[in-house]
């Protein structure tokens, strides 16, 4: 089993920063794919970025304004949020996935966080 737990939402205006962060426990293979996904009030949740021995995956939704990067040591993933915008807000979910490899899909996530809100005012 992974827990997951999320930690760093908050309220930010339009334009501002934010970094989430996600601790990871339990059986943690370092070689586990950490993802991060949204979920807006009457939404789908769809996926942000994930990263996998040093390799980065960022939605184009998001692209140029979101990265993620990697503590294995410390089994932390952070996204670093800029320029955020009031379409940005939606609870943010840490996952991980079963197996190896850098992943978008949703169906690959085999383990998930409780989420942490992130709203952006316009």
């Known amino acids: 089993q992974v827990q997951l737990a999320e930690s760093g939402g908050g309220l930010v205006q339009t334009g501002a920063s934010l970094r989430l962060s996600c601790a990871a426990s339990g059986r943690t293979p370092s070689n586990n794919c950490l993802g991060w996904f949204r979920q807006a009030p009457g939404k789908e949740r769809e996926f942000v970025a994930a990263?996998?021995?040093?390799?980065?995956s960022i939605a184009d939704s998001v692209k140029g304004r979101f990265t993620i990067s990697r503590d294995n040591a410390k089994n932390l993933v952070y996204p670093q949020m800029s320029s955020m915008k009031p379409e940005d807000t939606a609870v943010y979910y840490c996952?991980?996935?079963?197996?190896?490899?850098?992943?978008?899909?949703?169906?690959?996530?085999?383990?998930w966080g409780q989420g942490t809100q992130a709203t952006v005012s316009s």
């Open positions: 990263i996998w021995s040093g390799a980065s």
């Open positions: 996952a991980a996935t079963r197996g190896i490899g850098l992943r978008s899909s949703i169906t690959l996530y085999g383990y």
